[in-house]
């Protein structure tokens, strides 16, 4: 437990008045002897946190005594069961008060105590035995009780005399909704339909870690939130020492919110007088777009923080009246088209370098067509008419290698499970086996984690060595973003679960069970891991969009959609082309992977531009910070990953060629110092790869051959492009393959040829 936390449970256990009091004068971060010598000062200081009994001005201490009545005579004891079964109101025993016909009185039982007169200098030197007395006959039993009756006031009598009394009047009360004939009408003068610009917010800027930060006070909000979008930009490590919060769903206008826990922050608000600390707990919602803290009604009833729109708008804050902090003006002039459909579009990611007449045309196309983008609260959905449908090469009984148990799982990776699996069934992605169900083939499931985020994977390894393969071709990477050459404005689109929207034929769902130790179910809609999916969606996707794809203008990589155009009103027609066609097929687009009229992006593991291809080096950078593979799987996943940008490294077979021979069957594992030095230079060639250029098919190209090397041949494929108006040549690719036994014992010229 940290500083903070512990002071904040600290403190909270203190009245609410000695809390605030010690929360003003201390920090977040201060120490146990701190607030001890704080409470000592504010206890000196103030009466806040003093015990003072309450003593009349009669009292004495005296002795502790006991005093002994006499028992009640039994005429006493009958009169008072008369009176039990007697009418409270009129006092006859025909009837009881809830039957009787006279006027009713409100009655109260009170106990009467006995004063005591003020002690002389004569009765102070009396023995304690004149103060133990047993009461005569005249007097009355202090124990007994006695009737009070009093009339009872009207609601509108009770209305007078809360207005003599200075209190303010209760608007629901219904009394006051009868007369209604005299009322005091003011007059505004404004112009019709306009009177919302003269509106403005309650908002102000505070200090909160020597920075300046807007703060709303809004007098409807029970609670003070902030965002966590707006906490993770401006204090970066604050989720780390979030609070847990009881409550996880909030509502508002917009729907649900969910919190992810409370940060306190320490708020100054500057003021020539003195400045005002306060320290608030501001609630951490997942989904709130604020920008900046909310102050709600919790911490405004707290400090006594009153708000003023007068004249001159303003706020009070405490019993102090001469520190008044004024609020700043946010009016709204004019109605924008623009910040309307970028607030409803706030989720996508759009070029900066696009004019305003852009962006609105862009928005006003993206809004015809807001039905292609998922929404949260919509369910998954599914794609019309492209089930997939698996084929076996074994028949009954199945090997064991297809029923397979559960793997065994930490309690981690059990809760980890338990949440997916509960996700998905809301999804209706998968659904429940029952007890009297058949089952012949079971694939365990297993938890990855990727960027700190699990995913359920099912183990379906075995399952796709017995499957027949789906041989549709996947497009190559390379070839493919050759398409984007002279594009002037590039879009990037992603579908949302782009496999769990493809269903599963009945005769099929029977090979796709899964299990664990929740049970067994089996999957309604395509899985990630069985070897047909990738195939069976490109095939999809390609039956879709076969015009534009042939077009020219548009690449498909499974789920991803890349569209490219050098005019900006073709590209716009072009996005208008492709969502039109997402939403009859149900194809859904998940709005905030999406980027729209970019120069340069990334996509497919490059930085892609009209002119260029890079690497993308977040890719590069999670393999660099490994260590030396020490295995030959480590090796192979490493030499697959390095293969995939084999075009931007120059002398890749040469290179590579003592990793590659150290994968053989008859090959010992051993990194040796010529195996180290191939990696490590691998890794820099990575990292310092060069940018290459976009190919134009219409122009020449320059093809630099080198077979000098005994391990290989290397060749560089140039063109000379026009860019800028200047001649410029560059590297479309480079290209190299290691030489065979034969094929080393060759003349320059002929390996060359």
Known sequence: MNIQMR????????????????KCRCNQNCTLDDIANTLQDIRKRTNIGKFTPYKSSSFKEKQPFRVEFKDKPKERVAEVAKKRNSCHNCGSTDHYANNCPKAKKRVYAIEKVPEEESPTEDSESDSMGDSIREPSDDEQDPREEFLVEYQEATPLEILDIQLEAGMPQDTANKSLCKHTQYTQKFLVTTTRGMAYIHGTATKMTVCIDNAQHPLIIDSGAHCSIVARNY????????????????????????????????????????HRKGNIRLNPEFVVLDDAHIQGFLLGTDYQRMYGIDIYNSKNSHINIGTNKEKVCSLDIYQISTHDPLEELLNEFREGHFSTTLTSKQKLSLLKMLRKNKPAFAIREEPLGKIKGHDIELYLDVERPYPPMLRRPPYSASLETRNEIEKHITELLDMDVIRKIGHNGIVEITTPVLITWHYGKSRLCGDFRALSNYTKANRYPIPRIPHALDKTAKSKYITKLDCMKGFHKNGVKPNSMKSLRIICHMGIYEYTRMPFGINNAPAHFQRMMDTIFQEEILEGWMVVYID??????????????????????????????????????????????????????????????????????????????????????????????????????????????????????????????????????????????KLHIDAACSQGSTAALHQRQIVDGEPREGVICYISSKLKDSEARYGATQTEC
């Open 7 to 22: 002071n904040h449970k600290l403190l909270t256990q203190l009245p609410g008045e000695l809390e605030h009091a010690v």
């Open 560 to 701: 991803d959609i890349i569209i490219n155009s050098e005019a900006w009103e073709d590209h716009v027609q072009y996005i208008d082309r492709v969502l039109s066609k997402c939403t009859p097929i149900n194809l859904k687009i998940l709005l905030k992977k999406c980027n729209f009229g970019q120069q340069e992006l990334l996509a497919l593991g490059h930085k892609v531009s009209g002119l260029s291809l890079a690497i993308d080096q977040n890719k590069v950078a999670a393999v660099l910070q490994k260590p030396v593979p020490k295995s030959i799987k480590e090796m192979q996943y490493f030499l697959e990953f390095a293969s995939y940008y084999r075009n931007h490294i120059k002398n890749f077979s040469h290179i590579t060629s003592s990793l590659y021979k150290l994968c053989s069957k008859d090959v010992v594992f051993e990194i040796t110092k010529e195996r180290r030095d191939a990696y490590e230079r691998i890794k820099h060639e990575l990292t310092n790869a060069p940018v290459l250029t976009l190919p134009d098919f219409e122009l020449q190209f």
């Open 231 to 270: 906490l993770d930009n401006h204090f970066p490590n604050s989720e780390k020492q979030l609070l847990p919060t009881s409550a996880k769903n909030f509502k508002s206008a917009s729907g649900k919110m969910t919190a992810i826990g409370t940060s306190i922050k320490e708020i100054i608000i500057p």
